[in-house]
């Protein structure tokens, strides 16, 4: 998990946030800036200090002349858009569903990620239809959501 500690409108994009997560001192990045279209679904102020979970091994991308390091996740149902997060997390302790030693910090590309099957449980995230979780809570969503939603 990150915590998000800025936000600013995209220069050149109205849709579109740069977001400034806080990844805390367990992770070789302490902060990553990322690009999100969030603004249609969340203000700035319902953002901030907003603890979310984060893929960072993710090939770095540039957006509308912006560059964004990493991926935020949320699931979305044609109307409203929720969040991934983890409360009680440690800011960047490992997500995972069985154990956190497995180690998967090689750099993924965007088509691998949108592959995995992410689903959406009783306000629960579960893959292969196991919880993703940290060492300190299962990951959550920050609305009620229908099951069945992919993540991405």
Known sequence: PGEIKAIKDHPNADKLYVILVDLGEYSVDKSIQIVSGLKLYYTKEELLNKKIIVIVNLE??????????????????????????????????KVYTTSPDVDEEKEIKFNDF?????????????????????????????????DGLIVE
Do not use: C
């Open 60 to 93: 770095n991308s540039i957006i509308r002349g912006t560059e964004s390091s990493g991926m935020l996740l949320a699931v979305e149902d044609g109307k409203n858009l929720a969040l991934l997060t983890a409360d009680k997390s440690i800011l960047g302790s």
């Open 114 to 146: 949108k592959s995995i099957k992410i689903k959406t449980k009783n306000s629960k995230i579960y893959y292969q239809d196991k919880p993703l979780k940290t060492d300190k809570e299962e990951i959550s969503l920050d609305k009620k959501m229908p």
